[in-house]
């Protein structure tokens, strides 16, 4: 352990390996940075914003910069607070994410973020776009409606050769996460429940499973998210 | 966002808007700030800009005298609902 | 020169409804109507999505009785995942579910008796509308007031260790439930404190009735004429004619107590009823084919259900059933009114219900879930608080749900309480100058029997305002009061 750096998260002293992504020192120390599309053990991406630091008066996504000897890092700052919060909302409103029925409630990833920030209604005028449900599928249920491109199916749910069940189709806001439908006559049932609980909201469900665990027992139901990082 | 600050553009080019659709383009575009790339990044510009240097062309465009966004007064609801029960409305605590 | 007179929102009642009535220049009633302004539209939303979603989906439809639309809607998937029709359950699934049910029956009879028409009975249908409330009962009454709000709270509890929530939970799924009773659960209802414990509860529900039956004797007169009408009776019976409000076959009496409907599978329902629509309400009516849209109209709920059973299984709701049809000398009860006695039997048969059930050690087992082979089609039926709940579900081979259809008991309902609410406006307002508040409460008294649900909320606590128009044929507003 020779090589640990000492580093500031809102004025408290933390101590990591350098090199080490700023999430995952943090959490180190006991700091809660939350993320979405950010994953253990899958190459970061940066794309859903929500783990956005301040150093040296930049914003920076924290899954994917790697901490340094003497950094400053700004992460609970009302400023800060404010922006995931923003973007939380947006991710309310880019979508159709009706928690009263969903399968995820209580273990989805998206809602806990809402309850941690503490959103009640997002500032943004909700878009309620016109998607889909793919269930052509005989192992999965793709709800569109409640995708937000995360791309944690993408990278993580392959077959033996590597190849990804899901991929994007189209571009821009007509962007989608689409399941491979040659692909997805192959796969296996723990495949299928891999895919569904890495999927941070409700977008990949398992077929004909649903509700079946209760109300208090799912993953967010006794402590709020970021329970299990903070000290 | 960009989506989202399209959308208000196309309500205040409807003649819809109202002086708080400005102000919030002005505070929605900072989340932008936040992109992962440039092209995000600055793409609330032309909007930021001509809000700054071009302003009472926008405000040509809104509705004035009018919060039409607001329309619900949550004074005179308040009230309204203490008169059915009979309760003295407590307005400091709002 | 006719008068059209307009009751809206009719107070006291779940939702939002608004009633008009039509006066010819002499004070005749033309025609009176019971308008449901309200559109859900469930039937349609819940296409396209997994069909293990529907249970609960659309029990959002309500607050008040969403464990009857949860679990309607999970028996007809019972059917659809192959776990039979209503009675494949393993005991442990079959009998949370029946808990979960009794409870819900418990907290929606007490909510209804004691929060909205124990008013009506206390202070007299014109009675000072500024007290005839909840609040008034708590002020003259407070002992009965914390009795409703208990007994509600007990149900509430019953719900909330059956499905997970008090309001919208998950417990039933297709084919099952999805979790057992806990010991301490079990016994925090058994032996909790006073007042919140089952013994107290059966108690208590005697205790209502008796005050009902206290009511009736002294009110006779007025009870036994307000808006009698003879009419058909449907509800569910178990397969021994014995009261079940959980599941069972159809089968409806006519005014005079002779079966029209012999206890028929109820996956067949759609041989048997029909439904019509009508363009001023957002409602539809139901009636039996056979009999047609003039005499195939029937009554649900309580009193529909204490006139198709032949008895009830638990001792002291058996033993007040006796008594209640002896006043009709064992034929069909169509007092309009006896409804909130049929109802605080059934009260007292669900606390009775919740105590057996509560000893039986079937709650605490470990086998939750049956599944057999997959069907398209399911029909599930419940009798709900306020009566026959349908739930009929077709999915497509991508497990969507295709095509739904609910006839929820408010539904069933419709065509008698726009007669209910058409005899009453012609008994107290034919020939009337003057249409008084009371006059107006007489006509929500009547509608309020039925305890209908027009939709999903509770927005009354008798406390809204009440409006009244008077409107000549050329639509100039001849009068217009105002109460709150």
């Given amino acids: ?231 | 966002m960009t989506q989202v600050m399209n959308n208000k553009l196309r309500k205040i080019l409807d003649g819809k808007g109202v002086a708080k659709d400005l102000k919030d383009l002005k505070e929605w575009s900072k989340v932008l700030n936040a992109s992962r790339c440039g092209l995000g990044q600055t793409a609330a510009n032309p909007i930021v800009s001509s809000l700054k240097n071009f302003r009472p062309l926008y405000e040509q465009l809104i509705q004035k005298d009018t919060d039409f966004d607001e329309g619900f007064d949550m004074k005179s609801a308040v009230q309204a609902s203490c008169n059915y029960v009979g309760r003295v409305p407590n307005f400091n605590h709002h | 020169m006719t008068k059209k007179i307009t009751i809206e929102p009719v107070t006291r009642v779940e939702g939002h409804g608004k009633v008009t009535i039509h006066m010819d220049a002499q004070g005749n009633i033309q025609q009176s109507r019971l308008h449901i302004v309200e559109f859900r539209g469930f039937e349609r939303f819940v296409q396209g999505r997994p069909y293990w979603e529907a249970p609960v989906l659309v029990q959002r439809l309500c607050g008040i009785c969403p464990v009857s639309h949860h679990l309607a809607a999970a028996k007809a998937l019972d059917v659809i995942v192959g776990a039979g029709t209503g009675d494949g359950l393993t005991p442990t699934g079959e009998k949370m579910r029946r808990l979960m049910h009794y409870g819900q029956f418990f907290q929606s009879h007490a909510l209804h008796f004691f929060h909205l028409s124990a008013p009506d009975f206390l202070f007299g249908v014109d009675g000072d509308p500024a007290i005839r409330n909840i609040i008034g009962i708590a002020l003259t009454k407070p002992e009965l007031a914390v009795q409703g709000v208990m007994m509600r709270k007990f149900g509430q509890e019953i719900i909330r260790a059956t499905a997970g929530k008090k309001i919208h939970g998950t417990g039933a799924i297709p084919g099952g439930i999805n979790k057992n009773l806990s010991i301490e659960e079990r016994d925090e209802f058994l032996k909790g404190a006073d007042p919140l414990n089952a013994d107290k509860m059966v108690s208590w529900a005697q205790d209502a009735l008796d005050f009902f039956k206290g009511y009736y004797h002294a009110n006779k007169d007025f009870v036994d004429n307000f808006s009698y009408f003879p009419s058909n009776h449907l509800s569910l019976v178990r397969k021994d004619g014995a009261l079940d409000l959980y599941h069972g076959v159809l089968r409806a009496v006519d005014a005079d107590g002779k079966k029209i409907l012999h206890d028929i599978d109820y996956q067949e329902y759609a041989d048997y009823i029909e439904e019509e629509v009508r363009s001023w309400s957002y409602m539809k009516f139901p009636y039996l084919k056979e009999y047609g849209k003039e005499k195939g109209w029937y009554r649900v709920g309580p009193l529909a259900r204490l006139n198709t059973c032949d008895f009830i299984p638990s001792p002291l709701a058996q033993k007040e059933f006796e008594i209640y049809k002896a006043l009709t000398h064992g034929k069909p009860n169509n007092h309009c009114m006896l409804m909130h006695y049929a109802r605080l039997i059934e009260t007292l048969h669900a606390a009775e219900k919740i105590h057996e059930l509560l000893n039986d050690p079937d709650l605490l087992g470990t086998d939750l879930v049956t599944k057999g082979t997959k069907q398209k089609e399911g029909v599930g039926l419940i009798e709900a608080p306020r009566g026959t709940l349908f739930h009929h579900y077709r999915i497509n081979d991508n497990d969507q749900i295709e095509m739904a259809n609910l006839i929820v008991s408010t539904t069933n309902n419709n065509e008698p309480m726009n007669k209910a609410v058409n005899n009453v406006a012609k008994s107290v307002m034919t020939g009337k100058e003057v249409i008084t508040e009371g006059m107006m409460n007489a006509v929500e008294v009547a509608i309020r029997a039925y305890d209908p649900c027009l939709s999903c909320a509770t927005h009354a606590l008798g406390k809204m305002p009440l409006e009244i128009t008077m409107i000549d044929p050329n639509n100039v507003v001849l009068d217009q009061k105002r109460s709150h």
């Fill in chain 1, 1 to 231: 352990m020779s090589n640990l750096i000492k580093f500031k998260i809102d004025g408290v002293e933390c101590m990591a390996e350098g090199g080490k992504f700023i999430v995952e020192a943090a959490a180190e120390n006991g700091i809660y940075i939350p993320t979405l599309c950010n994953m253990k053990g899958v190459k970061p991406k940066g794309a859903c914003r929500i783990c956005s630091v301040r150093i040296n008066g930049r914003l920076m996504t924290s899954c994917t910069t790697p901490v340094t000897d003497g950094m400053e890092i700004e992460s609970e700052s009302e400023e800060i607070r404010e922006l995931r919060r923003s973007i939380v909302e947006l991710l309310f409103v880019s979508g159709n994410h009706f928690c009263p029925a969903c399968e995820k409630s209580g273990s989805c990833e998206l809602q806990a973020l809402g309850y941690y920030y503490q959103m009640m209604v997002p500032r943004f005028p909700y878009e309620f776009p016109q998607k889909g449900v793919d269930a052509t599928s005989s192992k999965i249920i793709k709800d569109q409606n409640r995708c937000i491109f995360c791309k944690r199916c993408i990278k993580t749910i392959k077959d033996e050769e590597g190849r990804s069940f899901f991929a994007f189709r189209n571009r821009g806001h007509r962007t989608e996460v689409v399941l491979d439908p040659v692909m997805a006559e192959k796969m296996d049932d723990a495949t299928a429940q891999l895919a569904m609980e890495n999927c941070p909201v409700g977008s990949i469900l398992v077929k004909e499973k649903g509700f079946d665990k209760p109300i208090g027992t799912r993953k967010f139901d006794k402590q709020p998210i970021g329970s299990d990082i903070k000290l």
